[in-house]
């Protein structure tokens, strides 16, 4: 009997997570339910003061930094890179997204390190400043050195 009854509730319980997962995939009524858009809006995820920084940072020499040092004496004001120097890349722009669109702002921010020995907040500002150039919108969310945000969803858009 208590066999019985085990295989009872079992079948009990598949019958109801089934309609469960009907209606979760229906709407209650009958109407099928449409898949959310992707939002129009992308996530901010660095604010307005880390991007201010980082802009200053990009047109100012550094202290303890080679003179001459500035990104924009290399990457120039428009991050445009220099063209035919493949170590001076561009920052900004449909090949900056190209190679770095799929890439995490993780990614972008070790990058970084190797190049300049900076503060963390002063990496973190660079990478807000370049996400910023490429079209990402500062929010209330500061950006870390542990975010990890696939760049194309936030920039180029």
Known sequence: MKVLSRLYHRDYMTRFLSVV????????????????????VPPAVFTADQAELGRIMY??????VKAGSACADCHLDAMTGKD?????PP????????????????????????VEPL???????L???ILQANGAKAGPRALSAESLVTISAVAGR
């Open 91 to 114: 920052l900004a722009g449909p090949d900056f997204l190209a190679k770095w669109g799929p890439q995490s702002t993780r990614d972008l921010y070790q990058r970084i390190q190797l």
């Open 119 to 125: 503060t963390n907040e002063k990496y973190l500002g």
């Open 21 to 40: 997962l009907l209606f979760g995939s229906v709407g209650v009524f009958g109407q099928e339910r449409t898949k959310q858009p992707e939002s129009a």
């Open 127 to 129: 990478v807000a400043y």
């Open 84 to 88: 035919g120097k493949p170590w001076v």
């Open 59 to 64: 047109r100012t020499q550094q202290p303890g």
